[in-house]
C-alpha cells in the first residue's frame, strides 16, 4: 500500500501506528535517497516502542542497539561495500525472535534480509515535507488515514 504523509507530523502518526502492530522477531527496511526521512521515522517509532535515549545513524558502527519495551537494532548499512561486513558483525544474531530489527538502505543488503519482513519506501511528494511512503508487508494491518492503497 502507499501512505502520503504531507509533513513530518503525519511521518510521526504512521511511525505511532506502526509501533503498534509491529513485535518481537519483526524486520523494519527503510529505503529511499539521502534526506528521504528513513532515520526520522526510526526516531519515531524507536520513541513509540519505548526508547528513552538518542537515536541516530549507526553510519559508522553499521548497528546500533536501543532497550526499548522490546530490544530495537537499527542498522544503516549505506557505508557497506560489501555483505562480507555484515558477516563480520555476525549479522545473524540481530535477526532473532527477542528484537526488532530496522535497516536503512536495506536493498543493498537484500539478500541477507529475512522473508515476511516490512519494506518502506520513501520517495519525496509534491510539496518540501511531503513523503510518500510504499509499504510492503502490512497490508491488512494498517489503517492509516492518508493511504492510497
Ligand atoms: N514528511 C516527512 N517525513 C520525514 N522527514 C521529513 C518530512 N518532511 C520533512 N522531513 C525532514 O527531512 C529530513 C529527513 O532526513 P533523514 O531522516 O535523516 O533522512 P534519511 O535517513 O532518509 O537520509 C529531516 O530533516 C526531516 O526533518
Ligand atoms: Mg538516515
Redesign the pocket.
Known amino acids: 500500500m502507499k501512505v502520503v504523509?504531507?509533513?513530518?507530523?503525519?511521518?510521526k502518526r504512521l511511525a505511532k501506528e506502526i509501533s503498534n502492530i509491529v513485535k518481537a522477531g519483526d524486520v523494519i527496511c527503510?529505503d529511499?535517497?539521502?534526506?528521504?526521512?528513513?532515520?526520522?521515522?526510526?526516531?519515531y517509532l524507536c520513541e513509540d516502542l519505548g526508547v528513552k535515549g538518542y537515536v541516530n545513524?549507526p553510519s559508522y558502527s553499521i548497528v546500533n542497539e536501543y532497550d526499548g519495551d522490546v530490544k530495537i537494532n537499527h542498522f544503516?548499512v549505506y557505508r557497506i561495500f560489501s555483505v562480507d561486513e555484515l558477516y563480520e558483525i555476525g549479522y545473524e544474531e540481530y535477526f532473532n525472535n527477542t528484537s526488532i530489527c530496522i535497516v536503512?538502505w536495506a536493498k543493498k543488503i537484500e539478500e541477507l534480509i529475512p522473508d515476511n519482513s516490512i519494506w518502506m519506501n520513501?520517495t519525496l511528494?509534491n510539496s518540501?515535507?511531503?513523503?510518500i511512503i510504499d509499504i510492503k508487508g502490512l497490508d491488512d494491518k494498517l489503517s492509516f488515514e492518508g493511504a492510497l492503497k
Open positions: 504523509c504531507k509533513n513530518e507530523n503525519d511521518t527503510l529511499g535517497d539521502l534526506g528521504a526521512g528513513k532515520t526520522t521515522f526510526t526516531k545513524s544503516d536503512e520513501i511528494g518540501f515535507d511531503e513523503r
